[in-house]
């Protein structure tokens, strides 16, 4: 069975860094387009950085020159560097990895205080 594990998620203060981690097991094909999405309570659920399997990178705005989405292929782990967070990032976070079909992790939180 496909499986997306996160970790990574915590407490941190505004200012802060976190890392966070998504493995995928139970693969037995590569995996393409990797994203990840957070959602507030009360809030839609946005996209945050995508990185495709050749290593091309999107961003939300938002987030644009202070999150850094990576991949390990090998490993197939994928990353997200979160530096200079803001109370604003509080969310619960999700991975999502494409192989054929999509698949979600369990999604975890970040909270940043001020």
């Known amino acids: 069975q496909v499986q997306l594990v996160e970790s990574g998620g915590g407490l941190v203060q505004a200012g802060g860094s976190l890392r966070l981690s998504c493995k995928v097991s139970?693969?037995?094909?590569?995996?393409?387009?990797v994203e990840w999405y957070r959602q507030a309570p009360g809030k839609r659920r946005e996209l945050v950085a995508q990185?495709?399997?050749?290593?091309?990178?999107n961003y939300a705005d938002s987030v644009k020159g202070r999150f850094t989405i990576s991949r390990d292929n090998a490993k197939n782990i994928m990353y997200l560097q979160m530096n200079s967070l803001k109370p604003e990032d509080t969310a619960v976070y999700y991975c999502?990895?494409?192989?054929?079909?999509?698949?979600w992790g369990q999604g975890t939180q970040v909270t940043v205080s001020s």
């Open positions: 999502k990895a494409n192989i054929i079909r999509d698949y």
């Open positions: 139970g693969i037995f094909l590569p995996v393409n387009t």
């Open positions: 990185i495709t399997r050749a290593g091309n990178t």
